[in-house]
């Protein structure tokens, strides 16, 4: 087909306005009349709010109202839900803490907020919020994840801070297995604290039209339907029909926009509540300690091995940090998006992971690019290198050894899942050629002579993607389906316009998406347009994170595609005079097999549009809408392997190389694809070398700016070398896997490796900072 | 950022007038401190007093014997200038070091000396270079000028109108940024005046200072390992979120090492 079909390196057509400035995001829309909120917030991490006194605020000029978490809660507002139930290895339900979009009579974290200043700018709702005068009863906190047990109780009704206790996997099995192995690698490390640092802060923008008792609420949100659902079915907002939820342009998410906060509540229900539009953009200070933070596991996790070096058990033990209240999805981050994936691309037999759930005095926790999935590598990755090394085994060899084979599949893991497709090995030796890990050896003692240290690590990641058949999740404790909807409407003249339940903010779906209809349809590429994240354009939809929205929402987009074919078949069929049945199409033209009958696309949509003699059984119109919901997961998998080369006298690491061979099923466009690649292993390496959320331990946010937190930079890293292998998913129309989240799923691994792979140590805590690897040098 | 008052005076003695008239008034050079802070409320002065159109206060004028920049010279123009590169081109590569490139195209060394954050860079340069810093009423010794953790000999409304650099016979800085910031977790400037030798450290210290057990030993040859083996006494260092006292040492002894061997080159 044409250069912009299924497999072509099509430029990104949004890109155009992104890089000319004329982007259309939250902050960016303005309408008559709107005021401006500020959000009051906690000083402290646990403290009660013994009076609020808001008199000054409300008198100070430009001030439209000041209102509390009792305000809310009058008119019926809250609490936020969180919309995974994770049952207790006892099979009691998951703990709940209420949370109320503006807190009532405690704040649990630095940065809740307890109220809000609404005012003519946004300066003056400010230094409104800076008037209210509030009184609060410091109470001890439970500030750090180790101690979060045996600390202070958070929630009156939620002993130990302990959310569940949660469990998967066969003991029996793992404690036989552990009983005749010849060799047990134990490691035990954190999983650091990220803060997920989008481009664009969170923003809202919320109308509230009395005549109608409707809302419009503009926001920066990774799925809207889902917004819309939460804070009309859960929040008590509005009749679900009377809100609609538009999110523009949405410059990154990372998962950190796809839950439902409290400002973004907040705000909507103001604009009711004075009568006028409410608008808010966070600052950068608001971002660092509001939005839901990521990962912050402690793992003590054990691999048992026989003599020859195969796999014969695992055992993971998880601390995971929820912060101080349960975000949207936060629950099943730690448990069904981790302990599932435990498996990784090996025939480990038996396995058992255990993950307490435990709330602190610090922002939620809840999912952040590879949610669970990075956790879970980072476990079975630096196993396996740490008992390579421990055995003297070559790490690319132990894998060798234990990985799935391609004639395994499907394959049934001890953890809950069946991978339907897989070459894992193929991979690693793609890698291995790319890294000249032959090589190796004349490098590091090229560096060994120059003084520095050099190391080489691997990772072998797998994922779990395309979320998610809805039976399932439904069956693990999901709130709500995860199908996607997709509608193909062909408009009179033949142009197409797409509807996704997909929701861009910043990979490509205006492309992507538009590449496959065309393709498809053999309509070109200028004539379709993709439309999305707007409840009141989308039918419906469950957004875009988990890496799923070609594999789910592409394959919604193509199901209605097929309908279109079915359609334009019958259609011309009538006009041609013949059977349906005999008619073929290909590459945008409907023809009457072994006649030169034919119409073009263009021909039989205009025909749709103007029926001048169809029959009794013949609608007009040409539009055709689906449902899919994916029949298993996806899963992607891949080989990175990472070289590193440390300054002994400084600590400083310095990533010299870093390959990325990935398995992504098909892929519809390469250059997206390698994009998404780039910035997944950007994050990944940040958290290896870089990123730190560090509360101290009274409890405050000590890395909350850029002069403390430190985001990956293009000089940080080097010129990525990225390749494929393909094995088409077996499940879905395009045989895709996903490809949004490897990169940060599989660099922590590969990139630790490394670094401890030059130090000479077993392990070594993230972010491998200066200080950390010149002190572990010390002690060598 | 609370309200205050806004001055744009046209001369020094304007200036320190409206200082002086003023209950609480704060200079503004290139306000890439002084923003921030009156953005986090941080700081709220009466009155702003920006120099931005103050007549005299920026450029460069060099003699054979010393460099004169301006107090509101941007880093960015002390790094591209002529004179300051072909008579110290240490310090050419010192202000081409700062921050980012948006911070070197706003800030001024007036502003940075005036601050004196004990992560800047020019004070490594002003103590290893003993420049002079000049201000409306006096001049007062690199040496007497640091005096603490953000404090500095300037009296109350103390203007700085320019530093003057002697120029050495050779000189080197070499930093170990802060990989967030870009600050200097540690810099250290070595410059010889004809077998004389002074050494300025920033970011090490609560304000930068002479490392003179150094000084002593280039005298004695201008060899790298002069610094593996100097005391450095670290009970007085910075001790924070990304270095200790104990690895700031380490890194002075670093970078003093590599500042060295790029003397030896010099």
Known sequence: ????????????????????????????????????????????????????????????????????????????????????????????????????????????????????????????????????????????????????????????????????????????????????ASHVTRLEFANNRLIPNAIEPRAALAVYSAATEEFTLHTTSQNPHLARLILTAFVNLAPEHKLRVISPDVGGGFGSKIFVYPEETAVAWAARRVGRPVKWTADRSEAFLSDAHGRDHLTTAELALSESGTFLGMRVRTKANLGAYLSTFASSVPTFLYGTLLAGQYRTPAIHVEVEGLFTNTAPVDAYR??????????VERLVETAARELGVDPAELRRRNFIQPDQFPYETPVALVYDTGNYQASLEKALQRAD???????????????????????CYIEACGLAPSQLAIQLGAGVGLYESGEVRVNPTGSVTVFTGSHSHGQGHETTLAQIVSDKLGVPFEQVEVVHGDTGRVEFGLGTYGSRSVAVGGSAVIRATEKIVAKGKRISAHMLEASPDDVDFDEGVFAVRGTNKKMTFGEVAFAAYVPASFPDDLEPGLSEKSFYDPKNFTFPAGAHIAEVEVDPDTGVVDLVRFVAVDDFGEVINPMIVEGQVHGGIAQGVGQALLEHGIYDDAGQLVTGSFMDYCMPRADDLPSFEVDTTVTPCTHNPLGVKGCGEAGAIGAPAAVMNAVTDALGVKDLAMPASPERVWRALQAV | MNGFDYHRPATVDAAVAARRAAADGAYLAGGMTLIPTLKQGLAQPSDLIDLGAVAGLAGVTASGETVVVGAMTRHADVAASP?????????????????????????????????????ADYPAAVIGLGATIRTDRRAIAADDYFTALFETALEPGELIRAVEFPVPRRAAYRKFSHPASRYAVAGVFVAEFGGRFRVGVTGAGPCAFRLTALEEALALGVDPAAADDVAIDSSRFNSDLHASADYRAQLVRVMARRAIAALAGR
Request: with cysteine.
């Open chain 1, 437 to 459: 890990y032959a090589g190796f050896a004349a490098r590091r003692r090229e560096s060994e002579a120059r003084g520095k240290r050099r190391g080489i690590g691997f990772s």
């Open chain 1, 1 to 180: 087909m044409s250069e912009t079909g299924i497999g072509k390196r099509v430029k990104r057509r949004e890109d155009v306005r992104f890089i000319t400035g004329r982007g259309n995001y939250t902050d960016d829309i303005s309408v008559a009349g709107q005021t401006y909120a500020a959000f009051v917030r906690s000083p402290y991490p646990r403290a009660r709010i013994v009076s609020v006194d808001a008199g000054a605020a409300k008198a100070a000029p430009g001030v439209v109202g000041v209102f509390t978490g009792q305000d809310l809660a009058a008119d019926g507002i809250g609490p936020l839900p969180c919309g995974w139930m994770v049952k207790s290895k006892d099979g009691s339900d998951m703990k709940i803490p209420a949370r109320p979009p503006l807190a009532v009579e405690r704040v649990n974290f630095v940065g809740e907020p307890y109220a809000v200043a609404i005012a003519e700018t946004p300066e003056a709702a400010k230094a409104a919020a800076a008037a209210v005068e509030t009184e609060f009863e410091e109470l001890p906190a439970a500030a750090s994840l180790a101690g979060a047990a045996g600390g202070p109780q958070i929630h009156p009704d939620i002993p130990g801070n302990r959310c569940y206790d949660w469990e998967l996997g066969d003991a029996a099995a793992v404690e036989a297995a552990f009983a005749r």
């Open chain 1, 370 to 379: 590879g949610a669970g999935r990075p956790e879970a590598t980072y476990v």
């Open chain 2, 83 to 119: 004179e300051v590169r072909r008579a110290i081109p240490a310090l050419a590569d010192l202000a081409g070091q700062i921050g980012d490139a948006q911070v070197r195209n706003r800030g001024t060394i007036g502003g940075s000396l005036a601050n004196s954050d004990p992560a």
